[in-house]
């Protein structure tokens, strides 16, 4: 008898991130089976995941599971896991917008979806925030296009430019805009000092601060603000409070257990003039923001997706941190562009008030990805018994 269970996968790369796909139908229904599966596939726990498909990185760590839509108004459903590689742990709270950048494609090429050319709009249910996502991919000979003229930050090669309008996910997570109730927030950490943050949801709960109330000019590269143990101490503090604050925890400390995906952490600055960590300038005329961006412990080493759909809507709403910091040109276009660690990354959203509530027309992003991998990995059976 075999040892080993063959599972069909394939590895996609989505935006800036790295993910597993693995269709419905190749995972045990039962959910305690089923994550014991995937944190063998993925070689969790294990900070190296040398044992597994896993690539010992917050940005490539990422799962995506496909299959036939639940709801009438969507072609497909995804499911979205954050597996981590030092517990034995998947985080299905969220969503990557990155990692669903990758979804319609695969659909497309998999014949989930009729290939439509020139371009395909999949209607994508994300089960993790029960929203739709509208991914239009450009299609040719059947295919989801691979090769284009979009470069995106953080990606070394052009792709075929696959546009995601995430309007549907507004209180996603929480069941509303501003989770709170306020625009703004004060939080008052255990060393008596007071940080005042607004916390958005709109893609992904996100909570926005000042990049100076922590003492930074927010030009700062990922090394920097995660090599300083005490900010990063404290930022995970004022995370955590205002997860408290969410209803995410019940006590702030134990916000990493709890919600270690979700709410991202966001610090803030005025368009200036930097250089990246790879050596590329960023002029201040070129961007209406600049953001450091911090998820599961550690900083984002570009600019998710989903923090970008959360800054664009959050640049919208009067009085929140966001709008208080981004350029009049920001405030004034569609369009708005947000520099990170690694560059540039646009985003476009437009906002309305309807009866004194806000509401999302619009909050679109431009993405590449591409299928890398279709492939066969070997479960153990030993590692993925009932007692195991």
């Known amino acids: 008898m075999s040892e ?19 269709l419905e139908n190749e995972l045990p229904r ?27 990185d917050v940005l490539t760590s990422k799962l995506a599971i496909i299959g036939p839509s639940s709801r009438e108004d969507a072609d497909i459903d995804y499911t979205f896991g954050q597996v981590s590689f030092v517990e034995n742990k998947i985080d299905y709270k969220s969503n990557c917008g990155n990692i669903s950048a990758g979804v319609g494609p695969f659909a497309i090429d998999h014949c989930l979806v009729k290939a439509v050319e020139p371009y395909t709009t999949v209607r994508i249910h994300q089960v993790n925030t029960d929203t739709i996502i509208n991914a239009r991919v450009e299609v040719r000979d059947g295919k989801a296009a691979v090769d284009g003229d979009l470069h995106i930050d953080g990606v070394p090669t052009l792709g075929s430019t696959i546009e995601l309008d995430f309007s549907d996910s507004v209180g996603g ?32 709960p996100t909570v926005f601060i000042r990049a100076e109330a922590l003492g930074l000019e927010g030009t700062e590269t990922p090394s920097r603000i ?31 257990e709890d919600c270690p995906y979700a709410p991202f952490f966001a610090m803030v600055s005025p368009s200036q003039n930097y250089r990246t960590f790879d050596g590329k300038d960023v002029n201040a005329e070129d ?14 080493k570009t600019h998710p997706v989903t923090g970008t759909v959360c800054m664009a809507t959050a640049a919208r709403i009067p ?12 405030k ?16 476009v959203s437009e906002m309305e008030q309807e009866n004194g509530e806000f509401k999302l027309r619009t909050a679109a992003i431009l993405r590449t990805a591409r299928t890398i991998l279709d492939g066969t990995v070997y479960v153990r059976k030993s590692r993925v018994s009932v007692d195991g």
């Open 287 to 300: 961007i209406d923001i600049t953001s450091r961006l911090v998820f599961m412990q550690k900083m984002h």
């Open 30 to 56: 039962d959910p305690v089976l089923r994550d014991k599966y995937i944190l063998e596939i993925f070689g969790s726990p294990d900070v190296r995941q040398i044992d597994g498909l896993g690539g010992a």
């Open 319 to 330: 009085g929140s941190i966001v709008y208080e910091t981004i350029s009049e040109r920001g």
């Open 4 to 22: 080993v269970i063959p599972v069909k996968v394939s590895v996609v790369r989505g935006g800036t991130s790295k993910g597993i796909f693995i």
């Open 173 to 204: 997570i929480t069941g509303k805009l501003l989770p709170t109730g306020n625009v703004k927030d004060d939080i008052t950490t255990d060393d008596g000092k007071k940080y005042t943050v607004s916390i958005v949801d709109a893609g992904i």
């Open 226 to 256: 995660e090599g300083d143990a005490e900010l990063m101490k404290k930022i995970e503090e004022i995370r955590g409070r205002c997860a408290e604050k969410m209803g995410f925890t019940s006590e702030w400390k134990r916000a990493v």
């Open 332 to 347: 004034e276009n569609r369009n708005i562009m947000i520099g990170h660690p690694a560059g540039k990354i646009p985003a």
